[in-house]
């Protein structure tokens, strides 16, 4: 995932390999819909919603979000069901996950739906590179986008 976000400009370095490695993120954020490590892998409903408030408080924090990469239909949903918290969607059925789904959300943010880069995945030819890359690549396009937008509108 790095090597992705290092080749679209998101982050300093390819690789990271420790918190002191001197990696830094920009204009990017790095979060998770949950916060354990659930048997098997396999979130339960429950075990979602138990970590939702973290991902609203964190989302609340980032006041320059343009773009949303959901990265797998966990974190798809997660960010569906954060809106629905809000009050600013009132269903998830309009938005249907697949790997370079693209929505224009109510609150001006745009969602950007990939495989998740799980080595089930990656492994499988599922979820390649070029395909993962493509993705970062659209969300700098409309990261930027916005950027000059906001510039111009004195924002």
């Known amino acids: 995932m790095y090597a992705v976000l290092y080749e679209t400009g998101f982050a300093s370095q390819p690789t990271a390999t420790s918190r002191d490695d001197g990696m830094r993120l920009t204009d990017a954020y790095i979060t998770a819909a949950i916060r354990c490590a659930p048997p098997a892998n396999k979130p339960a409903p429950e075990e979602i919603a138990n970590c939702a408030h973290f991902l609203d408080a964190e989302i609340r924090l980032l006041a320059k979000l343009r773009v949303v990469v ?28 697949r790997h370079g789904a693209e929505y224009q959300m109510p609150n001006g943010m745009t969602l950007l739906g990939t495989y998740h880069p799980s080595l089930q995945n990656t492994n499988t030819g599922k979820l390649t590179i070029e395909m993962f890359r493509r993705i970062f690549e659209r969300a700098r396009e409309i990261a930027k986008k916005s950027a000059s937008q906001s510039e111009e509108q004195g924002q």
Do not use: C, Q, V, W
């Not at 959901?70 to 996950?97: C, M």
């Open 70 to 97: 959901a990265l797998g239909k966990i974190g798809f949903d997660a960010y569906l069901n954060h809106l629905r918290r809000r009050g600013l969607i009132s269903s998830r059925a309009p938005y249907e996950f």
